[in-house]
């Protein structure tokens, strides 16, 4: 497979890429500290409140978290297509190879974009153009970054469907986003993703609009490819299911925070903060039947409101006196896990 | 055919409580339509196509599938709101298509529906209060007019909102409260049978768990029978005392909680469980993984024979030329319509030391899952 994508005729014109200093040493991909605001009418909003992680290749990280925590501004702000404004980075560091991306001029920072992170979203029929066929969308890549000629960049539209498991790739790639079905549409999208070979590729909810099958074919086909090409992959999702089966890794996003981050085997067997815990005995289980289903009272915060100390405190069991006014920080848990809860030791014994 | 799903329906059915709704072999078709001043009819979608069921009271029956399995259109069947192209719903015995005017009504009254999206499902310009108490505009003897108000409000409180906010707005509230509305309103005229079509698949994680809940206990309280109509086969075991699954307008699968999820014996339904994720990464690789080939076929043109055989594994000529039925074949304890029907354990760790304390409650052995 790694034949068909160095192929060549791609990568032949110089970009702006080529005069950074890219530390291949460095991790593949660090976010420090990321803070994004949004300005609006209600007042100032933290959707993203010091989130950091570092992610390597051929790693899986999972932000889990409810709508509105701030996952998918996190990822938004990591591929650098936030609206700006409304939000505005408010500090921290996003570096991919040791450069900081946030630094960069626009006009570089495109040429990140698609060549080394690339984003797969989550409703496929609105992200695909509906008036061009895919076959022009796949090869559009090739043909602004890599300079390819129509000709070209169609064939490797089909070697990229071929490479996602579209049958008959050589005549669907003149059929239009609509002629496709859910789960062949998100195909479409991991191949355009994978169009310019990134290093990286983030997925924001990427099977949660497809049935049962066929987000099990397309979660198959997302980890196959993810290990054969040794990408680092960040699975943005609320789906504790999903993140159980193919995370390395996960942070626990909530309130715009994040909350607790551990190994995947770690944090199920042993959560370390409150609404991890909470979260995980408030689904139901497929292998089980009968077990009682703990509510978490209320409602997550808004983001204009939050309240102060730890924003899980008022829905929070373990919450005492000075969780309503210190927020806590990220503590570290042995196992080389962090938690954002004064309480850590507490809940990690319960 | 019809005789002999009764038969299933009443060995499978648990003793206590007696038949409110009966389903036997109900088809609905929809046209498909060509032409624009003079429109022929060129194809039919068979949406639900020889379904049967029986609803206990105060029983749970889920039903799942996957979209444009005809799930949802069963549920607008069994709330009258779709008239059957053949087959028969019968509500406490009496057959709903034949009902006319006020009898019509009353049937109405009995049945009420939970819709999945709590937005488009309310009114913007009504109160929480008036569209609560809605119902007792269209039946007006069911509640005299100076009780309304009060009706309305022990309402807002049996569903765990403030009585005290029956003058706001839908939008002033989250999702969870506003299918908390959604559930008040269906209880207005104290029905035996509620249909939940995706009540709980809107909202998010740590909200579910609290209108799942609230379903459980109103179903206590008020002895409800519920259809739940679901496509989170996490969500109908938990809440399900018998589940019916569905393929492309067939029931193919039917049984109590127990023997779908633990004893499935139909392709299509180890199918759709072995998809299911289950929230603990050591089980990961140690479960029984089925991928299906393809996507679901058009319900314009199904296959002939058996409507799965096109994506399944096991299928052989036979397959193609008879349908099986939805009936009890030797040796399975529930009705499941494959020809070539066994047991395989999906849901658990194939592995026995991984086997958690659910399957343990089952005393299932493991060793049936060698049929792989």
């Known amino acids: ?350 | 055919m019809s005789t002999e799903m009764s038969e299933q329906n009443s060995k499978l059915a648990r003793a206590d409580g007696d038949v409110v709704l009966q389903v036997t072999d109900v088809k609905k078709y929809f046209p498909v339509k060509k032409g624009i001043v003079f429109q022929r009819t060129v194809g039919q979608v068979q949406a639900v196509d020889g379904v049967s069921l029986e609803l206990r009271r105060g029983e749970t029956l889920g039903v799942v599938g996957e979209s444009g399995c005809g799930k949802s259109t069963l549920g607008r069947l069994l709330m009258g709101l779709e008239r059957p192209t053949s087959g028969s719903i019968k509500l406490n015995g009496r057959e709903i298509a034949d009902l006319k005017g006020p009898e019509l009504r009353k049937m109405r009254r009995n049945i009420q529906i939970v819709l999945q999206d709590p937005y488009s499902s309310l009114d913007p310009r009504m109160t929480v209060g008036d569209i609560v108490g809605e119902p007792y505009h269209v039946h007006p003897d069911a509640l005299a007019g100076r009780d309304r108000r009060t009706t309305v409000q022990e309402l807002l409180d049996v569903v765990g909102l403030d009585p005290s906010h029956v003058n706001r707005y839908p939008h002033q509230f989250s999702g969870g409260q506003r299918q908390r509305i959604g559930i008040a309103r269906a209880l207005a005229l104290k029905p035996e049978i509620i249909v939940c079509d995706e009540p709980v698949s809107a909202l998010d994680v740590s909200v579910q768990a609290q209108v799942v809940n609230l379903f459980e206990q109103l179903q206590e309280e008020f002895g409800l029978s519920y259809v739940f109509i679901a496509h989170d086969l996490s969500v109908v075991r938990h809440i399900s005392d018998r589940v019916l699954v569905m393929y492309l307008g067939k029931g193919v699968e039917y049984g109590t909680e127990a023997e779908i999820y633990e004893h499935p014996t139909h392709p299509y339904t180890q199918a759709l469980l072995s998809a299911v994720s289950v929230p603990d990464p050591r089980l990961r690789g140690h479960r029984d993984h089925i991928v299906l080939e393809g996507d679901v076929p058009s319900p314009v043109d199904p296959p002939s024979g058996c409507r799965f055989r096109t994506r399944c594994w096991k299928a052989e000529d036979i397959c193609a030329t008879d349908e099986p039925m939805l009936v009890t074949r030797d040796g399975a304890a529930h009705p499941s319509a494959c020809h070539f029907a066994t047991e395989r354990d999906v849901v658990h760790a194939l592995d026995r030391d991984l086997r958690t304390e659910g399957a343990h409650m089952f005393g299932r052995d493991g060793d049936s899952t060698a049929s792989r």
């Open chain 1, 1 to 350: 497979m790694t034949d068909i994508l160095s192929n060549g005729h791609h990568r032949a014109i110089r970009t702006p890429l080529d005069a950074l200093a890219f530390d291949e040493d460095a991790p593949l991909l660090e976010v420090r500290d990321l803070q994004v605001e949004f300005h609006t009418r209600d007042g100032l909003a933290h959707a993203v409140n010091g989130v950091s992680f570092v992610l390597e290749a051929g790693e899986t990280l999972g932000i889990l978290g409810e709508s509105g925590c701030g996952k998918s501004v996190t990822a938004q702000a990591i591929m650098g297509i936030l609206d700006t404004p409304p939000a505005k980075i408010a500090g921290g560091e996003v570096r991919y190879r040791g450069v900081d991306l946030l630094s960069l001029d626009e006009s570089v920072r495109r040429h990140v974009r698609a060549n080394r992170i690339a984003m797969i979203f989550q409703d496929a029929l609105s992200a695909l153009n509906p008036v061009f066929t895919v076959g022009w969308q796949l090869g559009e890549p090739a043909r602004k970054h890599s300079g390819a000629s129509r000709a070209d960049a169609r064939r490797r539209a089909v070697e990229l469907l071929d490479m996602v498991g579209i049958p008959a790739a050589k005549e669907r790639v003149s059929d239009y986003p609509h002629q496709f079905s859910g789960g062949m549409r998100q195909r479409v999208m991991i191949a355009m993703a994978l169009a310019l070979e990134p290093d990286v590729i983030i997925a924001d909810e990427p099977t949660t609009a497809l049935d049962v099958t066929v987000q099990a074919q397309v979660m198959d086909l997302l980890a196959g490819l993810q290990k054969e090409l040794q990408l680092g992959l960040v699975l943005i999702t609320h789906d504790m299911g999903v993140v159980a089966d193919v995370a390395d890794k996960i942070c626990v996003m909530y309130a715009g925070g994040a909350v607790e981050q551990a190994n995947v085997y770690d944090i199920y067997e042993k959560p370390a903060h409150p609404y991890t815990k909470a979260l995980l005995e408030s689904i139901p289980r497929i292998d089980q039947k009968g077990q009682d289903l703990t509510v978490i009272k209320g409602l997550p915060p808004v983001l204009t409101d939050r309240p102060p100390g730890c924003s899980f405190n008022p829905r929070c069991q373990y919450a005492r006196g000075n969780c309503a006014h210190d927020e806590p920080p990220l503590y570290d848990v042995p196992g080389g896990r962090k938690s954002a809860c004064h309480y850590w030791e507490e809940v990690l014994g319960s």
